[in-house]
């Protein structure tokens, strides 16, 4: 009998494209097939948005209209789901939570892990599916644990299936940094149909599938903020002034300006600071004293250790430890080396750097490599 | 409509009847004239729209002068709570808590802007109790709205009691009829009502076209200003070819409608018996007698509406969970909330809505289907993500 997939689809070329993949087979080994064993179904999921504005929004009616002639063109069913109230709630609220603690946070995770593997499968499950996929740069690999959670080693028949998350063939693209909150449940029955190609393969797909997709903004860095990250927390949180403290030499202080709330800032920012005499790094910011730290010195940036909470093991199960890894710490920032040294009380855990790391900032997550193996993830604390 | 599929979403929309079709084919393209013009075009199309109203006023015992046409049942919703309302200038409006949004929004809107709006509470069939709306008058009550049928549990409502008591106590009533205008005898004239609503794409007419009966003698403001069409209560370009396929509609409604609800009643019954008795964890939603002929409305123990609709339509069938115009939210349906359904049970509901052209196998069909996906939809065992 024939899987049932749901794909989410946005309108945009990478899901349109998956959807393509899914419903008529692709060049990737295990995609040859793919038209055959699959039903495919499109599903375009709407979002709370600050702007009622036409745009790109990716989840606007612009987009769901390309989504659903994308979704005409395969001949495949196409479904609306209003995600708007829990989006809201799960992810804005969130957002708005961290940053008015003085975090800097990650929505996007928190959508992946709750709205499109969260809401979303459940939903897709309850109708009868099978898989839900989505159009983002990472691979989902199956693998037969050959032992089992003790280090025995098991029969053949008793070997327990297990999925690995892994970078996608396109470097550049890889989106699994966003992912890594994902859990083995949500794992079985989640695909990623275009993390076997690189951006330009997807867009050639698109060309040979015949897709309308037009080349609109990629998707921009939070899909629910209409302008940037500092308007939006102007508009939605009231303001808490506190001192601007320079640290000029270890344990020497001084106050130089104020600030309008610790959310407007990130550690490591030196532009917008509007403070004359710089270059001004964001060094840190104190919570209790609600102050801004800033230095001019870009080498206290540097930090040799940092400590995580709510950690996830892809694998479900704790990596022996000290685990030599490959860290990132930013969407944006290259892989370092790093080691997990050990584990802390309440859940937290010990990483400590080869080299330095610039600009750490408590709130981001820190996600786990192993080569192209996506191991786990922490929240920095 | 297609061989294969079958329609039970008449509640949300009608095809068009193709005897409307052809009586409004000349109008595009022949006699295209605009009713406002002194030339024989002119002429010609302002006959075929007086002769359209009074063919529609017939049907509820108006006058044709008390009848206004207009493009949507929610242009004339608006038009008559803001028109009484702007009219009065300040003042008190009685609505249901189960009103078509666009009566529940208009009134919102209105209540922003000084007026006081009470919002009366339906019973478990989604009855409106007269003497509560007697309670609620008051001296400075300008208005009473209560939807005739409701769209999304098909309850009547006890419109000639209630207009009684507004007639008594001297308050404008006004009833929005779009689901049972032409499915079922309305007389304006016994039921006292002073104004009424109702919409031609409901009652296999083309959309585009609606109507406003405002009682003459009626102190009403209009929400469009210009030409002075209708009586100065609606100036825009008549739109003539969806005018006269209301009008035609009306006329084989007219002549239809009693064997036509007959037969439809049998139906109804027939999928309403099935369902309860068949499908252990379903309920009846709306009063089990007093409903439109066309309408069944179920929940479901355990399962969730919009995959019931999904499954239907991945069967070839036509369904909706509450109103067409809400199924774009998540929202638990506040009709469904308004007659004590908890948020997840509004959320296993599902609207079967008959019409014109439902055969009886078609009915048997969804009886065979519908409890499979039923059955299925409960196997899979709800997932929570960890």
Known sequence: MKKKVICAMSGGVDSSVAAALLKKGGPAPEQVRYGVNFEVMGVFMKFWSESKEKGNRCCGEDSERRARQVAKILKIPFYVFNFEKEFKKRVVDYFLGESKAGLTPNPCVVCNKEIKFGLLLEKALALGADYVATGHYALKREIKNKKGPYGESLKATAKIKNYELLKSKDKKKDQSYFLWRLSQDQLKHILFPIGDYNKTQVRNLAKKFKLPVTDFKESQEICFIKTNIQDFLKRRLKSMKGPVIEQTNKGVEKIISRHDGLWFYTIGQRKGLGLAGGPYYVLDKDIKKNALMITKNGKDLFKKELKVKNVNWISGNTHRLPFKIRIKTRSQQALSGAVIAKKLPRGRYKIVFSKGERAVAPGQSAVFYSGRKLVGGGVIC | ?386
């Open chain 2, 1 to 386: 409509m297609s061989k294969n599929k079958i329609y039970l979403d008449y509640a949300s929309t009608t095809p068009v009847d193709k005897r409307v079709l052809k009586a409004m084919l000349p109008y595009f393209s022949e006699k295209f004239g605009n009713t406002m013009s002194l030339h024989s075009w002119g002429q010609e199309a302002k006959e075929a729209l007086e002769e359209s109203r009074d063919v529609v006023a017939h049907l509820i015992g108006a006058k044709a002068e008390e009848i206004i046409f207009t493009s949507s049942a929610t242009e004339s919703n608006n038009l008559t709570l803001k028109g009484i309302a702007f009219a009065a200038k300040k003042g008190h409006i009685i609505i249901s808590q189960i009103e078509h949004p666009c009566v529940l929004e208009a009134a919102l809107w209105l209540e922003k802007r000084g007026f006081e709006i009470t919002r009366l509470a339906p019973d478990k069939y989604g009855l409106i109790d007269p003497q509560e709306v007697k309670k609620a008058i008051k001296e400075e009550t300008i208005l009473v709205s209560i939807i005739h049928a409701n769209n999304e549990i098909g309850t009547i409502e006890p419109i000639e009691e209630i207009g009684k008591i507004c007639k008594e106590k001297g308050v404008y009533f006004h009833t929005d009829a779009s689901q049972n205008f032409g499915k079922m005898k309305i007389d304006i004239n016994k039921m006292n009502i002073d104004l009424l609503t109702a919409s031609s794409h409901k009652m296999y007419g083309p959309k585009g076209a609606a109507l406003l009966f405002v009682r003459s003698g009626t102190k009403i403001e209009p929400i469009l200003h210009g030409g002075g069409h209708e009586f100065g209560l609606r100036s825009s370009t008549i739109n003539l070819p969806a005018i006269i396929g209301f009008a035609e509609a009306s006329r084989i409604c007219k002549k239809e409608m009693k064997k036509e609800a007959k037969k439809l009643v049998v139906l109804r019954d027939k999928l309403i018996k099935s369902v309860l008795s068949e499908i252990p964890g379903a309920h009846l939603n709306g009063h089990p007698k007093l409903r439109l002929p066309n309408n069944a409305n179920f929940w479901f123990e355990f399962i969730e509406g919009e995959s019931l609709v999904i499954q239907l339509d991945l069967c070839s069938i036509a369904a909706s969970t509450g109103s067409a115009c809400s199924s774009a939210t998540l929202e638990p349906s506040h009709v469904l909330s308004a007659i004590g359904l908890k948020p997840q049970e509004a959320h296993g509901s599902l609207r079967l809505s008959l019409g014109r052209w439902t055969k009886e196998k078609e009915i048997g069909y969804v009886l065979r289907v519908l409890p499979k996906i039923v059955e299925k939809l409960r196997k899979i065992s709800p997932f929570k993500i960890k």
